[in-house]
Each structure stands twice: as structure tokens, then as C-alpha cells.
């Protein structure tokens, strides 16, 4: 019996396996709508065998894109560009569906990364970012306008609307992002936040708007639908935010009823200093798994199923999240079922795909011809 593939429950939603495609970012919406990219994009990878899909870091309010290209939820038609897609995968596959809603804060107004990936000034169309500070991501850009009171409570309400959106579209589950140096994550990065007042300098502090955003969306969204956090586990770079850190944030996450954490790392300072290897942030989820109890998720530089297969089997994690991985072969789910004696989900247009060797790779199939 392969550990990857027995199921795992959050909160009231049941999973087949331990696999989740990854938010990855597509850059390729129009004012924040959903197009015929991501059709075929999320109907693709919803049939690769893994248990739940994660629709990407989509924008609560348009000022909180990363580039002009991202996916937002924060208006009626965003909404309504995603209700078709949605009706799709519900249709062809069975494969639970998070949303990670996020807000880049001082890393908006970005030029895509084929693009560069460098701030667009206001002057070549792009838009003044805020954050938590006037501290700029990069010493050479114009800084961006720190939030006061009313800002803050703005992102707070959009992060509920756009939870509210989650729901009216049914999604199964939400994540909130609080990594990748974007502004939950500059909020607890000593780093970006060099704030003096309730917001700023302890941990407690710092903590403390990323904190009300989680409950904020966690009191929005129905109760037995499941809530968690991917959260950089270091920034890498000396003085940051650390893993030590993190555990105390996991803490008090676990206290308002995080039903898991997604642990990666980086993003807050160009100055960071990344360890790249295979499976390099697993230790990250298993240290928080062990401190804390908690349901976790490794992410980073898993490809192979039995290197997925050990992680969760010795208990390092809960679940696996794959993105590069999966975009390079979105049928990931069922090789690595096919190589673990798994059972994965196919529609009955691919039942003859699977190989000889593998009759019960789709569980119990028939087909026949006349």
C-alpha cells in the first residue's frame, strides 16, 4: 500500500491521495479575468491524478497583482470568467479545488517574469505599490506607500469578499499566502516591516495583521470547508524572518484552526541565498509537523514518486505539492501510481491509455467494442 496514495481528510473534505498541484502562476489574465489559458491550463492538470488541484495566487484586490497579468478575485467579473472553467472540472474530474488568495503588497506592479519580472513605474503604465513599510524590495526603485490604518482594513475586507466569491463559485478550499515575499509575508519579515507601531518590531507584532487576515478569511468561508497558509519558512538572508520564527507563527496559527501549513521559503529580499537540491525545503514542513502537530505540506524540487513517496511515508509531511513537476508532465499522478501500485482517477475517454501492466491503474474499467 503506497503511503502517497492513501487518503488524508482537512476538515470536512475528503482526498484520495497525498498529491496537490501547486499554485502556480500564469500571468496571463486581463484585468484580473480568467481566459481560454486557464481553461485549458486548470482542466488539464485537474486530471493528473492528484487529489487537489490549487487554482494560483489570485489577487483580493487589482492593487495586489503581482504584474498586470495575474489572476484577481475581487470584482463580479472575475467571478463570473472563473464559473465556466470551474463547471468543466467539475464535470470531467474529481479532483478537490483550493484557491490561493494572496496581495503582492510591495512586489506589485511587476513586469512578467519572461518579461524581466522588474517593477513598471507608474510612468510606463504601471502603479505605486503599498506595504507594510516605505521600504522598497529593491534599494533602487521607488518605495512603496505604507498602509495605515484604513489601508489595512481595506485589504482586510477584500481579503473576505473575495473568500465569499471562493465560496458562491464552490470552491473546496482555501489557501492564504503568507510567503514568497509578498505582503502577508513583509508584514513578518523584519526585513520589509520596519513599522513602530501595533504592527511593527516583536514578533507578536508583526504577526499580528497576518494573523487577522487568516481569521478574517477563515471566519468567512463555511466551517467545514478547510483553511491553510503556505508560508516562507526563512527569507535565507541573516536577520530575516527564520524557521524559529515560523514555528511560533504555526502556533498560533494552529490556535485559530489552520487545517494545514504549506511550508517553502524566500522572497522578501533579493539578497537571499537559496541552497537549491532536490526536496531542499522538506525539512522545513517536517520541522513544523514535529513542533507543532500540525497537518503539512513539503513543497520544492519534488519530481520523483518515490522521493514523494518517502517523504510522506517516514512522516516528514503530509502531503506533496508539485508544480514545475506537474507543467513538465501533467500526467504526473499517474505514472507515480503506476510505479507505487497506486489507483488514480481517469475519465473513461482515457481508460485505454493505461498500460498492460497496470490494469487496475483506474481502478475497476470495462470496455469493449462490438
Known sequence: MSNLFSPIQLRGLKLANRIMVAPMCQYSSVDGDANDWHFTHINSLALSGAAIFC??????????????????????????????????????????????????????????????????PVSEGGWRPEGPSAVPHKESETPPLAFDAAGLARVRDAFVMATKRAERLGIDAIEVHSAHGYLLHQFLS???????????????????????????????????KPVGLRLSSTDWVEGGWDLAQTIEYARALQKRGVDWIDASSGGVSPLQKIPLGPGYQVPFAEAIRKATGLTTIAVGLITEARQAEEIVASGKADMVALARAMLYDPRWGWHAAAELGGEVFAPPQYWRSQPSTHKALFGATTFGTR
Open 190 to 224: 523584519p526585513i520589509s516591516n520596519r513599522r513602530t507601531d501595533q504592527y511593527g518590531g516583536s514578533l507578536e507584532n508583526r504577526m499580528r495583521f497576518p494573523l487577522e487576515v487568516f481569521d478574517a478569511v477563515r471566519a468567512a468561508f463555511p466551517s467545514d
Open 55 to 120: 487554482i494560483e495566487a489570485t489577487a483580493v484586490e487589482a492593487i495586489g497583482r503581482i504584474t498586470p497579468g495575474c489572476l484577481g478575485l475581487y470584482n463580479d467579473a472575475n467571478e463570473a470568467a472563473l464559473k465556466p472553467i470551474l463547471a468543466s472540472v467539475r464535470k470531467r474530474s474529481r479532483a478537490a479545488v483550493m484557491i490561493q488568495l494572496a496581495h503582492a503588497g510591495r512586489k506589485a506592479s511587476s513586469h512578467t517574469p519572461w518579461d524581466g519580472g522588474q517593477l513598471i
